[in-house]
C-alpha cells in the first residue's frame, strides 16, 4: 500500500475542513518562537561583532610584529653591510644607509596599506551582516504584529473593528491578498458591493489565482445585480477549490439567483442531473 500523500490529497482535505486549522494558542506558540528566534539572532550578532574585534586585533598584532620584524632585519642588513664596507675600504656608507633606509620604509608603507585594505574589507563584511541583522529583525516585528492583528480581526465581531485591522495589516503589508479579500467579505457585511469590488478586483491584480478574492468578487456581482458576471467569477472560484460550491448554496449574497439557470447549474449540478434523468 503506498502512503504517500500527494497535493491532491492535501488539497481534498483542506477542502473538507469545517474548523480553522489554527488557534489562539496555535498563534502563541508562533509568537513565542518569534521571539526566541530574535533573541538568537540578536546574540548571533553580538557573537559575530565579538569575533571581528577580536580579529581586527590579532591582524593589528601581526601587522605592527611583522614590520618591526622587517625594519629589525634591515638594520642588521645595514649593520653587516657597513662592517663588509669598512673592511673593503668603500667609504659611500652613508649613501647605502639612506637607500636602505627607503627601502624599508617603502616596504613598511606597502604593509600598512595592504592591511588597511583587509580591514576594510573585514568592516564591509560586518557592516552587511549587520544590516541583514536589522532587516530580519525587521521583518520578525512585522510578522508579530501582522499575526496578532490576524487574531485580533478573527476575535472580532463588529465589522469596523475587523476593517480597521485589515487596514493596518495593509499598512504593513500593501500586497497582502488575503487580508484584501477578508475586508472585501467585512465591507459586503456591510452592505458595500461597490467598494467590495474594488478591493477584490486589487487583490486579483496581485493573485490572479485567489480563490477568496474570485468568491467576494461574485458575491459582490450578485449584490448588485450583475448575474452573469457573478456566475462566470464563482465558476473560476470553484475550478480553484470545490469548497466555494457549499459556500455557494447557502451564501445569502446569491438569493436572487437560486432560480437562475446557469446558477443552479453551476452550484447544483447533481440536482440538475436528476432532473434530466427524470
Known amino acids: 500500500m503506498d502512503d504517500d500523500v500527494t497535493s491532491d490529497d492535501v488539497a481534498a482535505a483542506l477542502a473538507d475542513l469545517e474548523e480553522p ?9 508562533l509568537l513565542e518562537e518569534s521571539k526566541a528566534l530574535r533573541k538568537e539572532m540578536m546574540d548571533t550578532r553580538a ?13 593589528a598584532d601581526k601587522t605592527m610584529s611583522y614590520a618591526t620584524d622587517t625594519v629589525t632585519y634591515f638594520f642588521y642588513l645595514i649593520a ?21 633606509a627607503s627601502v624599508a620604509e617603502k616596504r613598511v608603507n606597502e604593509l600598512v596599506v595592504e592591511y588597511e585594505k583587509r ?6 563584511q560586518l557592516q552587511q551582516k549587520s544590516d541583514i541583522i536589522h532587516q530580519n529583525q525587521a521583518e520578525i516585528e512585522r510578522t508579530n504584529e501582522v499575526h496578532s492583528l490576524w487574531l485580533k480581526a478573527s476575535q472580532e465581531t463588529s465589522q469596523q473593528n475587523k476593517i480597521a485591522a485589515y487596514d493596518r ?44 478574492a474570485h468568491y467576494q468578487l461574485a458575491c459582490a456581482y450578485a449584490e448588485i445585480g450583475r448575474w452573469e458576471d457573478a456566475v462566470s467569477t464563482l465558476e473560476k472560484a470553484i475550478d ?12 445569502p449574497s446569491f438569493e436572487q439567483l437560486r432560480e437562475h439557470e446557469s446558477f443552479r447549474t453551476l452550484v447544483f449540478p447533481d440536482q440538475e442531473d436528476n432532473s434530466t434523468d427524470a
Not at 675600504?89 to 637607500?99: A, F, H, L, T, V
Open 80 to 100: 653587516g653591510a657597513t662592517s663588509i664596507l669598512v673592511v673593503i675600504g668603500w667609504n659611500s656608507i652613508r649613501d647605502m644607509r639612506n637607500q636602505l
Open 169 to 212: 495589516i495593509l499598512d504593513l503589508r500593501p500586497d497582502d491578498v488575503e487580508a484584501l479579500s477578508y475586508k472585501a467579505d467585512a465591507v459586503l457585511e456591510m452592505q458595500e458591493p461597490l467598494w467590495a469590488i474594488s478591493l477584490c478586483r486589487r487583490a486579483l491584480k496581485l493573485d490572479p489565482e485567489n480563490g477568496h
Open 119 to 124: 580591514l576594510k574589507s573585514i568592516e564591509e
Open 47 to 59: 557573537e559575530l561583532i565579538e569575533k571581528v574585534v577580536d580579529k581586527e586585533l590579532s591582524v
Open 240 to 251: 480553484i477549490s470545490e469548497a466555494y460550491r457549499d459556500d455557494a448554496s447557502v451564501d
Open 21 to 29: 486549522m489554527y488557534t489562539p494558542f496555535i498563534e502563541l506558540y
